[in-house]
Every structure is written in structure tokens, then in C-alpha cells.
């Protein structure tokens, strides 16, 4: 089976903080946010468990490239991509 690699954007409760990541196990990395387990010192200070976005890529290089263009966006560019799929910013992780 091939790996998934996930493009994802977490927040905090109120919305106020955006972090976007990579992972090849969206479920164990959101879940270590969730439960402060990151190693990640900015997510925890933060409290950022809540995923917001997501995008899935089969190539890891492709995954990687996407990553760094929307850490590069402003944060208006970065909410309008998550409203695009979720308006109302509601947890994706508890969809899963």
C-alpha cells in the first residue's frame, strides 16, 4: 500500500493562530496536537489542535512543494483556501 502523504492547516479554538504542517499519518500527527505530544514548541504554546484543511498527495515531493507555497501565502490567502472547503472552520479531525 502506498503512503498518503497529508498537506494540513490546524488552529486554535478561536481561530486566531493558523500552522501548516505535513505528515504521512494525518490521524497520529493531528491527534499528538490534539493531546500536546508535538514536538512542535509553536503548536503547543499555541494550543493548535483543530484541523481545518487538508489535502492529500500520493507524491511525497508534491506534498512537500505545497507545504512551502501556502507557508509562504499571507494569512487572508491561507483563510480563504480553508473557506473554499469549510466556511465555518468546523473540526475535521472529528470527522474522520
Do not use: C
Not at 502506498?2 to 493531528?30: A, D, H, P
Not at 505545497?66 to 490567502?77: A, L, N, Q, T, V
Amino acid at each position: 500500500m502506498e503512503k498518503v502523504w497529508s498537506v494540513y492547516i490546524i488552529t486554535n479554538y478561536n481561530n486566531s493562530v493558523l500552522y501548516v504542517g505535513i505528515t504521512n499519518e494525518l490521524q497520529r500527527r493531528v491527534s499528538e496536537h490534539k493531546n500536546g505530544l508535538s514536538k512542535n514548541a509553536f503548536t503547543r504554546k499555541y494550543r493548535l489542535y483543530k484541523l481545518v484543511w487538508f489535502n492529500e498527495f500520493n507524491d511525497p515531493l508534491v506534498a512537500i512543494e505545497m507545504e512551502k507555497k501556502i507557508k509562504s501565502w499571507r494569512r487572508e490567502k491561507k483563510i480563504n483556501l480553508i473557506k473554499e472547503s469549510n466556511p465555518s472552520f468546523e473540526n475535521l479531525f472529528t470527522l474522520r
